[in-house]
């Protein structure tokens, strides 16, 4: 599975831009910075954006990122979004699932894009989009895909034990 990623930085300035990134999209990781609240309370309106625009059956995760920065140390944490006002978040919004990561870590930031994968991958096998439409994101054997082979969606252990997220 070959995945093409757009960081559409989620800023207000480039939001006509980002709209156009949506069209055809199969699945969405919505990232918020768990230390911003700010942040959390603008996810509503991107998911709206995103459901208006792409795939009705586009996959969702939502990924409360700077983990780091949410530590047990209450003097240091500089959470503002708790895990559980995510997670009931992400189960009122249909969210396939939520994720917290840390960039700087590489904490489950592979997790976040396997689920996303995965249930991509899911909805190829249920016969969820047509592979031989262009304007869909995903693309089957005769529009170029792999063509039969089998398709792995397992973790690099190697890379995951390294740390790092790239």
């Known amino acids: 599975m070959k995945l093409s990623l757009w960081d559409t930085a989620g800023q207000e300035t480039y939001?006509?831009?980002?709209?156009?990134?949506?069209?055809?999209?199969?699945?969405?990781?919505?990232?918020?910075?768990?230390?911003?609240?700010?942040t959390f309370q603008h996810v509503t309106d991107w998911l709206n954006d995103l459901r208006q625009i792409a795939e009705p059956d586009i996959v969702v995760v939502l990924v409360g990122n700077k983990a780091d920065l949410a530590t047990s140390d209450t003097e240091n944490n500089k959470r503002e979004v708790t895990r559980a006002e995510a997670e009931d978040w992400a189960r009122r919004n249909g969210?396939?699932?939520?994720?917290?990561?840390?960039?700087?870590?590489?904490?489950?930031?592979?997790?976040?894009?396997?689920?996303?994968?995965?249930?991509?991958?899911?909805?190829?096998?249920?016969?969820?989009y047509d592979l031989n439409d262009r304007r869909s994101g995903v693309k089957g054997p005769s529009a170029g895909g792999p063509g039969g082979r089998p398709v792995r969606l397992t973790a690099d252990k190697a890379r995951a034990a390294a740390g790092g997220c790239c």
Do not use: C, H, P, W
């Open 95 to 128: 969210v396939l699932e939520y994720v917290e990561t840390s960039a700087k870590s590489g904490e489950n930031v592979e997790r976040a894009f396997m689920r996303v994968a995965e249930r991509i991958y899911q909805n190829i096998q249920a016969g969820k």
């Open 15 to 38: 939001k006509s831009v980002t709209r156009s990134y949506f069209r055809g999209a199969s699945g969405a990781l919505l990232v918020f910075d768990l230390s911003r609240k700010q």
